[in-house]
């Protein structure tokens, strides 16, 4: 047995508490919990749940440089344009090597769930093979979740519809697609049609690139969040970046949050990628690309942050660090008052977790994974205006990582001079 004494557990006790683990899972929280072999004092440190990353491209992951793939107009149809030539040339050990590199950048920085789309318009599935592969593998440190994605369309691109069938027979978990990618609005509804029977007959999860583009006109969320209501599958399936949400007038929205909410359809925000890729048409004033989170979360609809792309032909940087993608996402949601910014490590650790269905082994709770991280401060308000760094994942009630805290060769001393 091990115990964890003098834990702050995000928005469950203010107070310092205990958590015992046996065996990986943890079995009691409280004070004057029973002695353990092993005990670690975390001194009023945050506890958080790891951190989730609904929505990363790691087929996509160090395309982004020295490739050739150099996107001039920073949009994402060029993007796409750049990709299609990149990936002609990757191979199998080569996806794998990049893909594992972009999983350890991530789960550094305390990320335990990655859900990541992969580039299906592919004949001999290559990176659809390699993931497979590393899910499997890494099960024990990140889960994995793996969206059969149509980069180039179901349509668009010949046959795509039936990689992605192929896709969910080899052991992908959810239907992807990419209607605003389409000829045409009807072949767009056409592409959302066959994502949610594809979901339905094979029993997967859904998550569609939907509307990631500020075309008011494109509101292929309507149409989704219609046929997954149908069927029930509202809360089985994410809406990702829905970009155009953010610039559609109001009348239409507050229909549509009423509806969200009826559907239980969850959305994924990726606040760095679409504020970089978006507003590309636009002069001044210029969109900055983001759905409409402040409602979504005012609305009750549930709603989470993810990184997108590290270094590919969409987005030159990203490093996998959620506290970033945070920060910038509550700046540009103006998602900062004190309430709000007490509660929204929920964008990249709760909320995200019930995007990805996984929350009957999520949270820190008796008779739950031992799974969470030890922030370097001492609440959720301080965690965040600090974009504290992630001293310790624990995974199963084991290190992943565990990292000093920040210290100086020279201490700074700003009075020495005034003595
Ligand atoms: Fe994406």
């Known amino acids: 047995m091990k115990k964890f004494t003098n834990a702050r557990i995000y928005r469950q006790h203010d107070e310092v508490t205990d958590i015992l683990v046996d065996k990986g899972v943890i079995t009691q929280i409280g004070k004057n919990l029973p002695k353990a072999g092993e005990e670690i004092d975390l001194r009023g440190r945050l506890v958080v749940p790891p951190y989730v990353d609904a929505h990363l491209h790691l087929d996509y992951v160090y395309t982004g440089r020295n490739t050739g793939a150099t996107n001039n107009t920073g949009t994402l149809f060029e993007g796409i344009a750049r990709w299609h030539d990149v990936k002609k040339t990757q191979t199998f050990e080569d996806a794998k090597e990049r893909a594992l590199k972009g999983i350890r950048e991530e789960v550094s920085k305390g990320v335990q769930f990655i859900r990541t789309h992969i580039d299906v318009d592919d004949p001999k599935l290559t990176g659809l093979k390699a993931m497979l592969e590393i899910r499997e593998q890494l099960k024990d440190n990140v889960t994995i979740q793996i969206v059969a994605f149509p980069q180039e369309g179901m349509y668009a691109y010949k046959g795509g519809d039936e990689m992605v069938e192929e896709a969910l027979k080899m052991g992908a978990d959810c239907v992807g697609s990419i209607p605003h990618f389409e000829w045409a609005r009807e072949i767009g509804e056409k592409s959302i049609h066959r994502t949610v029977e594809l979901a339905v007959k094979h029993n997967k999860l859904i998550d569609v690139h939907c509307d990631e583009t500020d075309d008011v006109m494109s ?32 009348a239409y929205a507050f229909r549509m949050l009423g509806l969200f909410q009826q559907s239980g359809l969850n959305f994924i925000s990726l606040p760095t990628e679409n504020a970089y890729l978006q507003g590309r048409q636009d002069s001044y004033p210029k969109r900055r690309g983001l759905t409409r989170v402040k409602e979504l979360w005012d609305s009750g609809v549930n709603v989470c942050f993810g990184q997108d792309s590290i270094n590919d032909p969409w987005y030159p940087a990203g490093n996998g660090n959620l506290m970033n993608i945070l920060d910038n996402g509550i700046h540009l949601a103006q998602t900062m008052s004190f309430d709000e910014l007490d509660r929204c490590l929920d964008l990249i650790t709760y909320n995200g977790a019930k995007t990805l269905n996984v929350q009957d082994r999520y949270g820190i709770e008796k008779g739950k994974p031992a799974n969470f991280l030890v922030l370097d401060a001492d609440s959720p308000f301080e965690a965040v205006r600090q974009r504290a760094d992630v001293l310790a994942s624990i995974r199963n009630g084991e290190y992943l990582f565990k990292r000093p805290e920040p210290s100086y060769e020279v201490e700074l001393d700003l009075f020495r001079k005034t003595r």
């Open 219 to 250: 509101r292929f969320v309507q149409l989704l969040n219609a046929l997954v209501m149908a069927e029930g599958m509202g809360p089985r399936t994410a809406a990702s970046h829905t970009c155009s949400f953010g610039s559609a007038d109001n």
